[in-house]
């Protein structure tokens, strides 16, 4: 499809730089299947949309401190450089991206702190792949040690991570470190809200995604049949594989939360549409006419224009409606991205 089918118009001033708190005072935007009228909501309004017997689907996946500063290093000459972590190759391998990346020299020694690494490759679009001195557990406590919160760089370019984010930008279910981003939709969920969903009988289930950072990047291709999608490493157990076969099977709802648990899920789902045990690392695209198999509903952000994610939620609702639900969302002042405001949206 033409990737300019999924821009549109978005003021500079509709970007979120902060979270509202609490976190489920966040607008929410209900987006029904067919030409159901819009409906403005609240994110506490969740538990009252969902049904009893539905199933929802969080990613419990921890953002690392996948930002370092420090200094490239030639003879005596030092020069800054920064490294912004983006896909584990390896116990001591990492692709990171790197500014300024133009400058860096192959077996060059990079210097962060008390961490160093070396050049291995450099790559297009500012990315390169380093290997640290340290490895496995030895280099991620080095890192959490070392490096800063990775805020997007549609945030980042307006302030720098502060103490703030710390909080802000991991969600309450945030337990198995490897993402370098939030899974956003999650950052809305309170313990009071979860107590309310619970108590309405839906069920609570967790996948694994790590986020990488090339959920942030506009796709630059012309066409989506030319744009190479970023791997993300997905777990899903079996038992929870099992769990959500069975609200299916007696007519509840699985309903993801944010486009990273969809994608697990989606990556996991057989023809049939039941799920199984899943470890590997996906690359799924989902774009308008693809045929959906585990996922009913999905609680998501407000995306980027020519986004992967923008797409996907397309492809979930139709690319018309969301491009309505967007305008609507634009002229009601929603906030938008990962700080933003959030929507729930029926599969059409």
């Given amino acids: 499809m033409r990737v300019d089918l999924f821009d549109f118009e978005l003021p500079e001033s509709a970007i979120a730089l902060r979270p509202v708190a609490p976190r489920d005072s966040a607008r929410l935007l209900v987006v029904p299947p067919g030409a159901a009228p819009f409906e403005d ?9 969902l049904r009893p017997g539905d199933a929802l ?4 996946t921890r953002v690392i401190h996948a930002r370092l500063e420090g200094y490239r290093i030639r003879g005596t000459n ?6 912004t972590l983006i896909e584990r190759l390896s116990p ?5 991206l790197a500014r300024p990346a133009k400058k860096l020299a192959l077996s060059e020694r990079l210097r962060f702190g008390a961490l160093e690494a070396r050049v291995a490759e450099r790559g297009d679009g500012g990315e390169a792949i380093l290997d640290f001195d340290s490895s496995g557990h030895d280099l991620d406590e080095a890192i959490e040690a ?3 919160m990775p805020l997007p760089p549609y945030i980042a370019g307006k302030r720098r991570a502060d103490a703030r984010d710390e909080a802000d930008y ?12 939030a899974p956003t939709a999650g950052l809305h969920f309170t313990p009071a809200l979860l107590r309310a969903i619970e108590a309405n009988r839906v069920e609570l289930h967790r996948v694994t995604l790590h986020v990488g950072a090339g959920t942030f ?7 989506t049949d030319d744009h190479k999608m970023h791997r993300e490493e997905a777990f899903l157990d079996a038992k929870t594989a099992a769990a959500l076969n069975a609200v299916r099977a007696r007519g509840g709802r699985v309903v993801a939360v944010g486009s990273t648990a969809l994608r697990c899920l989606e990556s996991a789902a057989r023809e049939d549409g039941r799920l199984a045990a899943y470890h590997d690392r996906t690359n799924i695209f989902i774009t308008p006419g693809y045929r959906w198999r585990a996922v009913d509903a999905l609680v998501t952000n407000f995306h980027l224009p020519r986004s992967t994610l923008f797409m996907l939620v ?10 309505a639900a967007y305008a609507h969302a634009v002229v009601q002042g929603y906030r938008f991205y990962s700080y933003g405001d959030a929507s729930l949206l029926f599969r059409a």
């Avoid at 909501?41 to 009252?48: F, K």
């Avoid at 030092?78 to 490294?83: D, G, K, T």
């Avoid at 001591?92 to 990171?96: D, E, L, P």
């Avoid at 397309?314 to 491009?323: D, H, I, K, S, T």
């Fill in 41 to 49: 909501r609240r994110v506490s309004d969740l538990p009252s949309l």
């Fill in 92 to 96: 001591n391998r990492w692709r990171v």
């Fill in 217 to 223: 990047l506009p796709v630059k291709t012309k066409d």
């Fill in 170 to 181: 991991q969600t309450m279910f945030a337990q198995n470190s490897g993402a370098v981003a």
């Fill in 57 to 60: 689907v969080v990613n419990d």
């Fill in 314 to 323: 397309c492809a979930f609702a139709g690319l018309e409606r969301m491009r």
């Fill in 146 to 148: 070392l490096g800063a």
């Fill in 78 to 83: 030092q020069a800054r450089v920064e490294a």
